[in-house]
């Protein structure tokens, strides 16, 4: 019994110890959900500069609240295995040693380090979600993807030749459901090319501009767009730009 009480207080110290986040109180009367939200996203960082950002999670009963196909089917825990991809020199650590909640709880992983390589990274949240199905427990892999993390220069490539100025800006939203706005400065009247790209280097979507003095828009319908990641592009005979689209229906 005596070593029992002992393993328990060191468990509940280690535990503490490698909590580096406290969960927000304020979506505790969430049904479900994982904050920041794709459209929200994580907020950019600089290369040498320390970055730190908190994300929340509300872990619903029903699995259909995560997946509308898994609808009826209840959640015992949900775990957190990795996020794909962050930009190097970051790491993540969970409020709890095993990254792991139960239903109905609240949990956060905390984003920390110092980022050491510019880029556009495409981020996704990888966890395993644990139900019960006939008193068996039955493990799910999903993703919780369409987040970004921008470090440094992250696309903007703009060549002054001539006193020629051609600046490409991020899409909103991104990622896009329907309806995109893509924004380019230019201090003439031009033509611009403007394309869309799939991973592939396939052409999806291309269009000719005669461009305005100062801020231009562009609007792209993306609903008939496959969920995934696009290069969208815009060039004069002088300058091209790219950037990337997320597509999330």
Request: glycine share 6%; with cysteine.
């Amino acid at each position: 019994m005596k070593k029992l009480i002992i393993f328990t207080s060191i468990l509940f110290s280690v535990l503490f110890l490698h909590s580096q986040c406290t969960p927000d109180s304020i979506y505790a009367d969430s049904t479900f959900g994982v904050w920041p939200t794709p459209t929200t996203n994580f907020p950019p960082g600089e290369i040498g500069v320390q970055y730190y950002e908190i994300v929340n999670f509300k872990i619903p009963r029903d699995a259909g609240a995560i997946d509308s196909a898994a609808a009826g089917t209840f959640i015992d825990s949900i775990v957190l295995e990795s996020f794909t991809n962050l930009p190097p020199g970051l790491s993540y650590e969970c409020d709890n040693l095993l990254c792991s909640w139960r239903y109905d709880s609240l949990g956060c992983a905390s984003l920390s380090g110092t980022p050491t390589t510019n880029g556009s990274y495409q981020i996704s949240l990888d966890v395993k979600v644990w139900t019960m199905l006939f008193l068996t427990p039955i493990p799910i892999q999903y993703n919780f993807d369409g987040y970004v993390i921008n470090i440094g220069n992250t696309g903007i490539n703009v060549i002054n030749i001539d006193e020629s100025v051609l600046e490409l800006q991020n899409a909103i939203p991104n990622p896009s459901n329907e309806i995109t706005n893509i924004q380019f400065t230019t201090n003439k009247s031009e033509n611009i090319s403007f394309q869309i790209t799939n991973l592939l280097g396939e052409t999806i979507y291309i269009d000719n501009v005669i461009s305005k003095r100062g801020v231009n828009d562009i609007l792209v319908n993306t609903s008939n767009f496959s969920e995934g990641i696009y290069i969208y592009s815009i060039s004069n005979t002088i300058t091209k730009s790219s950037k990337r689209l997320v597509v999330s229906h």
